[in-house]
């Protein structure tokens, strides 16, 4: 009995494997305890006694899980917002340096060169703003005692909100990286390494808001056998 009670516990808490594994810990310390001070000369019994005044499994997760999601949807945000900060400041140590080197685009990219920066200098402060928004939407969430549907829906929404900033700052990036391209395609020395290692920071901060945004739905996702029916 023990042992199924914890397998079903430990699937309804699959959605954070580290809160999983110290709440099956936890309750497996308290059913033990419990099961010693039972009386019962039959195990199975005493199993079952313990387990019911334990009571369901899915129960159980769904108080711990508000915490565990709003944690993760937090740091996803905080996240976005440091990645856009970082990606900023990337952009104007990179122009300051191709000033100093005295470094031009060619006439014969310049047109494209042009378009290019109209659609980087958009795509960023769109992912910005929406960066700012989803932030607030998360600070000012009240995380409740007990899971339910309204928090949830409310936790879809701040996800959503991350896409859609985490979309146009990845185009914000292609596009440095493209004019990186272009400025560099000719000129290629110690001096390109400033460039170079500012986009590469760049991806990666891209790379990094993408997993940790991916996780939160994905813990999302898989907190939703936890709601009531």
């Not at 199975?44 to 369901?56: I, M, P, Y």
């Amino acid at each position: 009995m023990i042992a199924a009670y914890m397998k079903r516990l430990e699937q309804s808490l699959a959605h954070d494997p580290g809160l999983s594994a110290r709440v099956l810990q936890e309750v497996r310390d308290h059913l033990e305890e419990a099961l010693a001070a039972e009386q019962l000369d039959d195990r199975c019994a005493a199993e079952r006694r313990v387990v019911e005044r334990f009571g369901d499994p899915c129960e159980l997760a769904a108080q711990f899980a508000p915490v565990s999601l709003a944690r993760c949807a937090r740091r996803a945000g905080v996240a976005i917002a440091l990645a856009t900060v970082a990606i900023l400041v990337m952009m104007k140590a990179r122009v300051f340096w191709f000033a100093i080197v005295q470094w031009r685009l060619s006439e014969d990219v310049q047109t494209v060169a042009n378009l290019v920066i109209t659609v980087d200098r958009y795509a960023f402060w769109l992912a910005a703003c929406i960066g700012a928004a989803s932030l607030l939407y998360i600070a000012r969430l009240h995380t409740p005692a007990r899971l339910h549907a309204d928090f949830q829906k409310h936790l879809r929404r701040a996800a959503g909100l991350f896409i859609l900033a985490t979309v146009p700052l990845g185009v914000s990036v292609m596009s440095d990286l493209a004019l990186t391209v272009l400025q560099l395609r000719t000129v290629l020395g110690l001096a390109a390494v400033v460039p170079i290692t500012s986009i590469a920071i760049e991806i990666g901060c891209i790379a990094v808001i993408a997993f940790m945004v991916g996780n939160a739905a994905r813990r999302l996702a898989r907190s939703e056998l936890l709601q009531p029916r």
